[in-house]
């Protein structure tokens, strides 16, 4: 499985653009039929609204993908939406943009920018998570040598698990998967065959970050 980028919590965030309201609202999803029934509670909840415009992109490799434009003219609303999360690499996330219609005409590009500022705006005010599928790696070490791998673990952006400092120094590192194998070999010759890390398990491991 690769690592993947999504939202930790449901956002919102408001736009007034020529008298329209805009409500930018991204949820955190993990399959269609959650996706679904957030959007029907988005709907139930602005049922009085003009639009409730939407794009969902759930699974690996992003394999599910759907997007509506909910009665605005084709093209303006669901797709720029989608178009705004996959140019942020968001998956298993659902983005529901609901319009309050003001009085006032946008014209079909007037539709897509507006869209697309509502969807990007709620996605730069929620938090991110970097989930990263990582092996779970441990090291013991002495205490000579573990300022050379906390620097390696800082250099290569791997996250630190726990450190126990006891005779040696016992370090878990979180390690993406495709990299294991690298790092343990890198160590190894580093250390001059001294230290061999040992794979103890699998994570999933999560960090906030911005989107």
Known sequence: MKSYLTVKETTENTIIIKKSEFIGKVIPVSTEDEAIEALNAVRKEHYKATHNCYAYIIGENSGIVKFSDDGEPAQTAGKPIYSVMQHRNITNALIVVTRYFGGIKLGAGGLVRAYSQAASEVLDVCVGLECIYSDVVNFKVDYSFFGKLSAEIINRNYNLGDVIYADDVNVTVYVPKEETREFIDFVFDMS???YMGEH?????????TKV
């Open 192 to 194: 001059n065959g001294n």
């Open 200 to 208: 103890i398990g699998e994570k999933l491991f999560e960090k906030e």
